[in-house]
């Protein structure tokens, strides 16, 4: 039987296989008493089990989403400040 994921349950896999990642290592630099390690994009990519160009576009998206909330973020917190005034 072959089973084909969509793109939804694509994003959430991949989401949750890196969210493990970072967890992993993060626990073992904390238990190792060192600093945790940076992991390149072909690493981050080969853990997924998906291709270097769709994790490309993973994170050009991620950061595109991290930019676009943290000018939110501004300028919700720019709102406050000028009506504390």
């Known amino acids: 039987m072959i089973c084909i994921e969509s793109s939804e349950q694509q994003d959430k896999r991949i989401d949750l296989m ?3 990642m970072v967890v992993e290592e993060g626990l073992s630099a ?8 940076i992991f390149t994009i072909q690493e981050m990519a ?8 769709t994790m490309r576009r993973i994170e050009k998206k991620a950061l595109s989403n991290f930019k676009k909330h943290m000018l939110e973020l501004e300028q919700n917190n720019y709102g406050e ?5």
């Open 18 to 20: 890196l969210r493990e």
């Open 30 to 37: 904390f238990e190792e008493n060192r600093d945790y390690r």
């Open 46 to 53: 080969d853990f997924a089990g998906i291709g270097f160009e």
């Open 81 to 85: 400040r000028s009506t504390n005034f």
